[in-house]
């Protein structure tokens, strides 16, 4: 699996948009951006996936850079349950996910 | 709502014995479960995948003889850690992807269980 690269921590002010990046400047071709979050002694929460289209769903907004080497997952309206650590990975689909360190969100009120 | 589930949430147990933890998914058959761990403070990391009717496959550096996986059905699989010691202390958290019902590129994770060996 390629690997990606993300801040370690980021804090975002309660109804702001959250803005998340991620580099993935190996990704292959049939490789998804997937974007994992999780909150503290939790199982990962899935939130959203591409391939090379921006994408959209009722949590979040997945933007990918047109030659796929990075991307950027936004939250619209950040909530203080949105404070977790997020994950951007890389795999084809029905794989093992490779969880690197992420980015833990402080959403602060 | 939840679509994976685990049991127990948690357990404690005293060094030198086995604890079996369960994988459910609950609303759709998994062709294929991942067993991972998390330390505290770090990521998740991989220990097997397991296929239905299938010996699991092991990462690197997890003992096969000491992490027990059995995946008998269509909806459970099982994670054994046999004679459990205090550095096997972790958070196991497994995760199903699979066919009917739900799409093949979501890995849907259970919400893992704490084991404390003493």
């Known amino acids: 699996d390629a690997k990606t690269t993300q801040p370690p921590s980021m804090d975002c002010a309660e109804g702001r948009a959250a803005n998340l990046p991620c580099n993935h400047s190996?990704?292959?071709?049939?490789?998804?951006v997937y974007w994992y979050r999780q909150i503290h002694s939790q199982g990962p929460q899935y939130i959203i996936h591409?391939?090379?289209n921006n994408e959209t769903n009722e949590m979040a907004s997945l933007i990918i850079t047109e030659d796929r080497k990075s991307s950027t997952l936004i939250l619209p309206h950040a909530t203080l349950r949105d404070t977790a650590v997020y994950y951007c990975?890389?795999?084809?689909?029905?794989?093992?996910?490779?969880f690197g360190k992420g980015t833990s969100l402080l959403v602060t009120p | 709502g939840a679509v994976v589930s685990q049991h127990p949430s948690w357990v404690i147990c005293k060094s030198g014995t086995s604890v079996k933890i369960e994988c459910r998914s609950l609303?759709?058959?998994?062709?294929?479960m991942f067993w991972y761990r998390q330390f505290p403070k770090q990521s998740l990391m991989l220990m097997a995948t397991?296929?239905?009717?299938?010996?699991?496959?092991?990462e690197q550096g997890v003992e096969k003889d000491k992490f027990l996986i059995n995946h008998a059905s269509l909806t459970l699989s099982t994670l054994t850690v046999t004679s459990a010691h205090p550095e096997d202390s972790s958070f196991y958290i497994c995760?199903?992807?699979?066919?009917?019902?739900?799409?093949?590129?979501?890995?849907?994770f259970g919400p893992g269980t704490r084991l404390t060996v003493t």
């Open positions: 397991s296929n239905e009717g299938s010996k699991a496959t092991y």
């Open positions: 609303d759709f058959q998994a062709t294929t």
């Open positions: 190996t990704i292959s071709g049939n490789e998804y």
């Open positions: 591409g391939l090379k």
């Open positions: 995760s199903a992807t699979g066919t009917s019902g739900r799409p093949s590129y979501e890995q849907y």
């Open positions: 990975i890389v795999s084809n689909s029905g794989y093992a996910l490779n």
